[in-house]
Structure formats: C-alpha cells, structure tokens
C-alpha cells in the first residue's frame, strides 16, 4: 500500500502515471533508508492520509532539488507528474555536471569552494559580453543553480550515511503484501469529502 497511488487506492484505473508516483515513493525511501510510512498499520486509515495528501518524509540534507522532484512525481493529481523521459533527462543531468565536478576534484582543478574552473571561465565570458545583459543574467543564474546543486549532492553524500538507522518491528504491523480494497477505500474518501462540503454548508 505505501507504494501505491492514491488514484489507485481510490479505485480508478491503473496507468503508467502510478508508477511515477511509486518512483517519487522510491524516491524518498533511497535518502532516509526506511520504508515509506514505517510503523503505520497499512489498514484503510493510512490509504485514506495518502489520498487526502500525507508523503513519506525525507532525510536531512537532501538536495532540494532532489525533493522537489521526487513530491513531482509524487503529485497528487496524476496528470501533473513528470513522465519517465523527464526523469531520466533530469537524473541525468544531475550526474552529467556532478561527476564531471568530481573528475575536476581528481585533476584538483576545482577551489576551495567547489566551483570548477570551467564555469568560472564562463562567468569571465559573461563579463566580456556586456551587450546582452538578458542573456548574461540567464547564464549566470544557471550555473549557479549547477554549483548549488552540487553543493547540496555532496553535503548529503557525508551527512547521509551518518545518519543513524534502526527499524524496530512492530507485532501489530504487516509487512508483507496482501489485498487492498480499493472500493471501500474510495467509498469512505468520498463520503467524508460529501460530509465536510455539507458541513461548510450549513455554516
């Protein structure tokens, strides 16, 4: 259950844009290493919170950019997630212009603050380029964007791991997968929205 849409807990068809939102699930898993919703009985209750909005949280230091990625994808309107090709080019954007920051690190063409000589050249070519004011501050501003994700890859590659993980089991869980019942989820979903409008009504 922890992994599944909130669409599909409420009894709508299975589509690929599900499987999206179980990457941004994924997603958040992969920072803190616990299960999405650990310790939470996976009973009607906890589909209910997952349609009305609850996410699994995330670990400290993690990239902003990461997060806002992964809450995307985990979107509660199906048709606002990103589709697979977005993931992928932005994943591998990340890994593009961060490992080529690492293999500046092994050269030690990068300074004290990280920032690699080849965008650094590029901020000197700005500068040279005084006619086109529009297209300076663009540039500019996308590779700081680059220096500052990087920045924040790196904080979580030390603070992460540092993090201490220990997952008690609880008796009164289920672990394991069993049968989810959709139509009662969705019934009771729609009947406490109907009570909360009537209720707004009647004030």
């Known amino acids: ?10 009894d709508h068809k299975y589509t690929s844009a599900a499987d999206i939102y179980s990457f941004g699930i994924i997603m958040a898993e992969m920072t803190t290493g616990i299960p999405p919703f650990y310790g939470c009985s996976l009973n009607i209750e906890l589909a209910l919170k997952i349609c009305k909005g609850t996410r699994p949280d995330f670990a ?21 997630r990103p589709t697979a090709k977005t993931i992928h080019s932005k994943l591998s954007e990340w890994y593009d212009f961060i490992n080529r920051s690492i293999e500046y690190d092994e050269f030690d063409e990068v300074d004290e603050y990280g920032e690699f000589d080849d965008e650094l050249d590029e901020f000197d070519e700005l500068d040279d380029d005084a006619d ?8 500019s501003n996308e590779i ?5 994700i990087i920045r924040e890859f790196r904080a979580a590659d030390i603070k992460i791991p540092e ?12 672990y394991t997968s069993r049968f989810i019942n959709t139509h009662d989820t969705s019934q009771k979903y729609h009947k406490e929205k ?9 004030i």
């Open 194 to 202: 109907s009570d909360q409008l009537n209720a707004i009504d009647e």
């Open 144 to 148: 700081g964007e680059k220096l500052e």
């Open 163 to 174: 993090l201490s993980l220990t997952l008690q089991r609880h008796t009164n869980v289920i």
């Open 1 to 10: 259950m922890s992994y599944v849409a909130p669409e599909v807990l409420l």
């Open 132 to 139: 086109k004011p529009d297209n300076n501050l663009k540039e």
């Open 60 to 80: 400290i230091e993690t990239p902003n950019c990461y997060i806002e990625l992964a809450r995307f994808c985990m979107h509660s309107d199906s048709q606002k």
